[in-house]
């Protein structure tokens, strides 16, 4: 399955190419550098990058995609004129699967509701020789990781958790649809050469605490902000002790953080994993190049003088974290949970743990867990909390299987999900989640934003490691801490929660009877691809309109959104994943989740045109009805979350124009520049606050667009009164280009044609 020729010859060029980009930069380089380096689109055009200033042109190795952000990369894709994808890739699908009443029933039921676009995806996959993993084969990032990651590599994916593929040491990275489009394409793929954030480990874990652990601290050290545009490298002793499973879980969550992606060097953790997972041929060639898999000595000895920022963390004295409720930065040692409850208000009492997803389904975690949950049987314990799990892969499900790990789960109550996304991205049929009562569950997923898991705002998720969700979803209490307190069993004895154990690999190897994998075509001429003209799920796509090249004058103000926008906030998850093939159909969606900063209501929005107050998508259509442009004003870090290109698209497709904030998340400006929008920051953040209910916007100087050039904007007030405010954007002159042609897309198709 993978492909040993493109790693050979990726390995190949490290040599000569870390060599001359150390004579250029003239200092020993991080593995983060040495990456970067070895996949410039144009190697032989070497130059020291400024970080976090210089766009870079690179050349992924891969691309991976699942199946609700798929739709729209291949829809797109299918107009980009080309036969085959210019790079391996992959599809699979995993998060259109509902989890309700267990595994099987569930993906049957995915497989006949999602039927058209899951033929749709296998049919286009087939076509253009990519590679197709079925519903059930997995979640993308554990099937990524147990088959094709590799030390040293560079890939993209559609999926912001893309970054899992760390734990193997590659630098992966989340991407719109749109990158992916350019490097299926054959075209460079351009990234902001990343800054670096170094995290040294030191010590070793040690009774209940986890990789998930040091993730968690990290998040509450550096904020959902914090790692913004930086590739987080982690080193040191402690990093060679964790397992490539809990190293991967680390990465995953760096998305959490909003770093660019997350990477440790190679060691030999990962060739264990490697060869676990039949690819020694991998560890053998990665052992052949080995010095240029980690950084060099010097900037691990000396980390200060080589990353833009370092911590260290000692993994000796670390404690288990539970982080949430609502945002995963907000980090509370297990020891201070039951304090801060009380402060703060959360209900204690636990509904359900969910174990698994992308982030941590892991043999090593499933282990552990389930070593807590025979403890519990063991010790007479009943579980207070329902329990869930959702196996990151087929290859996991069968082997914890064949293991005995689903038995003893099933003794303490649990059930068992379909090897999919599920509950972590909504897709989760939760009984009353409609009464929006206040309610806690605890997770060993990444994200816990209001109403991800199961629609309901009132519901506290907090994360943790899975070891931790077991043993409290088996006490039933946040406040439980299973390092200084006792239970009650059922004989009214006092009893105690050992430290959980497991193992990294399974004893016996890991076994599956149909992974779920599908080759393409050799030759995909003649494999056609239909979409029904009456889908209500698919539609195939019209080219944006180019820019006039004039200036835009007389934009309304659709909604000036208030505090935390995340993708989510602009492209709700949930029951609209089953739109994500259909552009308009999705566009229902744009924003609703936003709050309104002049009623701090979500979905309502003054309607400028009747004074009338309306749903977001709705007064959007009144204006785009009438051909009046408009413009979404927002706040901090606006569009952090998750790569999907919809919550640009949308807008754009609805007729949106620009979009003004305080500061964005880094894909999606990236998106929003792909898709030919405007995406503009505040040269002063307290021009946010000039922005009125009924403004209306003229962009004076756009007609002069260029590269570093602030723009500015006349704001008209419903008094007639005036106020001129300055603009910043980060377009370079190919971003410009993909402006005026009215979308990337759009000159991709001008320029193989
Ligand atoms: Fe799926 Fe959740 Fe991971 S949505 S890809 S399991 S972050």
């Known amino acids: 399955m993978f492909d ?21 930069l003239k200092k020993p380089l991080t593995l983060s550098e040495k990456i970067l380096y070895t996949h410039l689109f144009e190697p032989e055009k070497v130059t020291e990058f400024k970080r976090g200033v210089d766009y870079v042109d690179f050349a992924p190795d891969r691309v991976a995609m699942q199946d609700a952000t798929a739709q729209m990369a291949l829809l797109q894709f299918m107009n980009s004129g080309r036969d085959r994808t210019a790079v391996p890739s992959t599809v699979h699908c995993d ?39 079925k519903p059930g084969a997995g979640i993308i990032h554990q099937v990524v990781l147990e088959n094709y990651a590799f ?14 593929a760390g734990g193997l040491g590659m630098v992966a990275i989340g991407v719109g649809g749109a990158d992916a489009v ?29 990789p998930k652990d040091i993730i968690l601290k990290v998040a509450g050290i550096l904020t959902v902000k914090g790692g913004t545009g930086a590739i987080i490298e982690y080193f040191g002793e402690g990093a060679k002790s964790l397992s490539a499973t809990g190293k991967g879980t680390i990465c995953n969550m760096g998305a959490e953080v909003g770093a660019t992606t997350s990477t440790f060097g190679y060691d030999e953790s990962m060739e264990r994993y490697l060869r676990a997972t039949e690819r020694s041929e991998v560890a053998d060639l990665a052992n052949g190049i080995k010095e240029h898999l980690t950084a060099d000595s010097e900037v691990y000895a000396n980390p200060e003088k080589y990353f833009d920022q370092v911590i260290e963390i000692d993994l000796n004295k670390l404690e288990p974290h539970l982080n949430g ?64 799990i959702t196996p990151g892969s087929e290859q996991v499900r069968y082997t914890i299987e064949r293991d005995g790990f689903i038995d003893i789960f099933e003794k303490i109550g649990a059930s068992v999900f379909a090897n999919a996304c599920g509950p972590c991205i909504g897709q989760w049929n939760r009984p009353g989640a409609e009464k929006g009562e206040k309610n806690t569950i605890v997770h060993s997923f990444n994200r816990n934003f209001s109403k991800r898991a199961d629609g309901n705002p009132n519901t506290h998720a907090f994360v943790a490691s899975p070891e931790l969700v077991t043993a409290l979803a088996i006490a039933g209490n946040i406040t439980f801490n299973p390092m200084t ?105 744009m924003l609703i989740g936003a709050v ?17 107050y309306d749903e977001v998508p709705k007064v959007q259509r009144a204006y785009k009805a009438a051909n009046i442009p408009t413009v979404v004003v927002g706040d901090h870090n606006y569009g952090e979350g998750s790569s999907r290109e919809h919550a640009a698209m949308e807008p754009r497709h609805l007729g949106v124009k620009a979009v003004i904030v305080k500061s964005f998340a880094r894909i999606h400006e990236t998106n929003l520049k792909k898709q030919g929008m405007l995406g503009l920051t505040f040269v002063n953040e307290d021009d946010y606050d000039k922005i009125q209910e009924d403004d209306k916007f003229n962009f004076v100087d756009l007609s002069e667009f260029a590269p570093g050039k602030p723009l500015h904007v006349e704001l008209v007030h419903a008094d007639g009164s005036k106020q001129l405010i300055e603009l910043n954007h980060t377009y370079n002159a190919q971003q410009i280009e993909w402006y005026k042609a009215g979308s990337a897309l759009n000159l991709i198709k001008q320029q193989n044609n």
């Open 485 to 589: 307190d006792k239970l009650i069993n059922e004989d009214g004895q006092e009893v105690v929660l050992d430290p959980p154990t497991g193992m990294e690999l399974p004893e016996k190897g890991f076994a599956v009877e149909d992974a779920g994998y599908q080759a393409p075509a050799a030759d995909g001429s003649a494999v056609s691809v239909a979409v029904s003209p009456d889908s209500g799920r698919l539609q195939l796509l019209s080219p944006f309109d180019p820019w006039d090249g004039k200036n835009l004058n007389g934009a309304r103000l659709l909604i000036k959104a208030a505090g935390k926008c995340t993708t989510d906030h602009i492209s709700m998850a949930g029951p609209w994943l089953r739109f994500r093939g259909h552009l308009d159909n999705i566009s229902n969606n």
């Open 325 to 388: 409720p609502f945002t995963p930065d907000l980090a509370t040692p297990i020891s201070k949970v039951a304090e801060a409850a009380k402060k703060n208000g959360w209900p204690t009492k636990i509904e359900v743990g969910l174990i698994g997803s992308c982030t941590n389904s892991s043999y090593e975690d499933i282990s552990r867990a389930a070593s807590l949950a025979q403890q519990a049987v063991d010790k007479k314990l009943k579980t207070k909390s329902e329990f869930t």
């Open 596 to 612: 309104n900063a002049f009623n701090n209501e979500t979905n309502k929005v003054k309607n400028q045109l009747n004074g009338s």
């Open 182 to 210: 350019d490097v299926m394409a054959g075209m460079a793929w351009e990234l902001k050469f990343p800054k670096l954030i170094g995290v040294k480990l030191t010590g070793k874990l040690n009774g209940w605490t986890a």
């Open 95 to 133: 998060h259109l699967i509902q989890a309700s009443v267990g595994g099987r029933t569930d993906l049957k039921f995915a497989l006949e509701s999602n039927k058209e676009v899951f033929d749709f995806l296998e049919s286009v996959s087939n076509k253009y020789g990519i590679g197709f993993w």
């Open 151 to 164: 030390p040293g590599g560079m890939m993209i994916g559609t999926d912001s958790h893309t970054v899992n």
């Open 4 to 24: 040993l020729d493109l790693i050979k010859k990726t390995y190949e060029n490290f040599g000569p190419r870390i060599e001359k980009a150390r004579e250029v």
